[in-house]
């Protein structure tokens, strides 16, 4: 019974779900190094002053967002057993146990990563000290929202003391830790939650949300009362972080109370620069996690025997391939131009999820639909990909289409439809071969305009071309040809606005 129920809410959360213009995709919790490097320390061994942080987390637009226009907020929670300051307030509780960054200029494509946290704006952290010293991959390139670090004023600072020196410094004064943003315990969950503006209080629900806590190598755990739940929930008083409706979450209740007690597994390393990748499939469509988020990690900064050895991931690693977070078939454009008497269809994904094809359906009278073309897709891919196809015969008038893309598990999904007149109203094309003699009937229905009329073979090859003025109404065209041999050919006839073709067989 205790299955059935947990089912039941599963799939009840994934039906009530809000929509989330940004969505958590990945943390670095754990990078190579000092967590919460000082700002302003030098590594005098080899000249580098340091930036502040290397945690971070990585975040998804799920639409184009200008920041100035419409800004968000992102805050970090790490709740230890150290934490001093009081759950009373939840997100917003500040000092030691959370820290806010306002999002406010800039912007972001929709589909497109970005990152909140270490100044550094390193994938993985760094290795070695004044004796030696190198950084991870630089990945500034991303759009980047960096946290405050206070500046170091000891005159002499160690290594020891720099850490204990390090001062998160978050904005609206949520925020002053010398611990850095995100936790690495097993049994003391820490998370980030995403809000829609920078107003936040105790009773705010933020728009998404992911914690993560436990032991092992990927998917999820259940926190309780073994693993940190009394760090992030308190029953007595009812305090701790109000949760967003989201593919784990009921922001009917707090993290760690009721159902609300699913947590990201935690790669049990330390220092080594394992970057949490949450997966998932977010329908932007409706709004839904189609694939709830589940662990998996990849290591961006591997240190082999010391600073000159070690070996640096790069930002595909961590936005592409298994594990990422993905959105569906995002199709951005699609269009239909009438070209002479043929009509060309393009379309544009901004990014694609297990697609197997797009096929073409048509209708002339934008009810009934039927299948003419099918193009392959690109499978899974987070770069814009184009498409395009032509139909050879469209209708006269109005033509509709439609896409159906096919999934390679068998799902499909509607574009919306779009409609494009040619220019084959009234218009009569035939074409006749008698004895050496060509005669073509056409009907133009424009102004009078010079065309092109072109005799080839089935390989295209010109046998036979000439310029014809071309009146208004029927016009009866008639030449003679050379000897023909027995085949295939092709008489066509090309206006300023109109082109037609026809084939003809000589026995």
Not at 121 to 148: E, R
Not at 210 to 218: D, E, L, N, P
Not at 455 to 481: C, E, P, Y
Request: aromatic share 10%; net charge neutral.
């Amino acid at each position: 019974m205790k299955k059935i129920s947990t089912l039941l809410f599963f799939y009840l959360a994934l039906a009530i779900q809000s929509k989330s213009q940004i969505i958590v995709t990945g943390l670095m919790y754990d990078p190579a190094g000092y967590d919460a490097e000082t700002r302003g320390w030098t590594q005098t061994g080899v000249n580098y002053t340091n930036k502040g942080g290397f945690e971070y987390v990585q975040l998804r637009a799920t639409q184009a967002i200008d920041f100035s226009t419409t800004p968000y907020a992102v805050i970090f929670c790490r709740n230890s057993s150290t934490t001093t300051t009081s759950l009373q307030n939840g997100w917003v509780a500040g000092g030691d146990r959370t820290v806010k960054v306002n999002l406010t200029s800039g912007s972001v494509a929709k589909g497109e990563f970005f990152y909140v946290g270490g100044a550094e704006k390193v994938i993985g952290g760094y290795t070695g000290s004044n004796a030696g010293f190198i950084l991870s991959t630089d990945i500034s390139d991303a759009v980047w929202f960096p946290v405050a670090y206070a500046q170091f004023t000891n005159d002499a600072p160690t290594a020891a003391n720099a850490v204990t020196n390090s001062i998160v410094v978050g904005d609206d004064g949520i925020g002053n830790s010398t611990n850095g943003l995100l936790h690495n315990s097993m049994a003391e969950p820490s998370g980030v939650a995403v809000f829609s503006g920078t107003v936040v209080d105790k009773n705010t629900s933020p728009i998404d949300a992911i914690f993560y806590c436990g032991t092992g190598t990927s998917g999820t755990t259940t926190i309780d009362a073994s693993i940190g739940i009394n760090y992030v929930y308190n029953s007595t008083d009812d305090w701790g972080y109000k949760m967003p409706d989201n593919d784990w979450y009921s922001s009917s209740l707090l993290f760690g109370q009721g159902t609300n007690t699913t947590a990201m597994v935690r790669y049990e390393t330390t220092d080594q620069s394992y970057f949490m990748k949450l997966g998932g499939n977010y329908n932007t469509q409706t709004q839904q996690w189609d694939i709830p988020r589940s662990a998996s990690y990849v290591q961006v900064a591997i240190k082999t025997g010391g600073p000159a050895n070690m070996k640096i991931g790069t930002r595909a690693m961590i936005e592409t391939n298994n594990g990422v977070t993905t959105l569906p078939v995002e199709l951005v454009d699609f269009n239909a131009k009438a070209n002479y008497n043929t009509i060309q269809l393009s379309w544009i994904t901004a990014s694609e999820k297990n697609n197997l094809r797009f096929d073409i359906l048509k209708s002339t009278d934008g009810i009934t639909f039927n299948k003419i073309d099918e193009i392959a897709g690109h499978g899974t891919t987070q770069t814009p990909q184009q498409y395009s196809t032509v139909d050879n015969n469209p209708a006269k008038e109005i033509n509709y289409y439609q896409l159906r893309q096919v999934d390679t598990d068998g799902k499909t999904s509607l574009s919306k439809v779009i409609a494009v007149k040619t220019d084959l109203a009234a218009a009569t094309f035939a074409v006749n071969y008698t004895n050496n003699n060509i005669t073509i009937l056409f009907e133009n229905s424009k102004k009078e305009t010079p065309a092109n009329i072109n005799l080839t073979d089935i390989t295209g090859r010109s046998i036979l071309a000439f310029k014809q003025n071309i009146t208004t109404g029927i016009n009866n065209i008639s030449f003679n040809v050379p000897y023909l041999p027995s085949g295939i050919y092709v008489v066509s006839l090309v206006t300023e606005n109109s082109k037609h073709a026809a084939k003809i067989q000589v026995r």
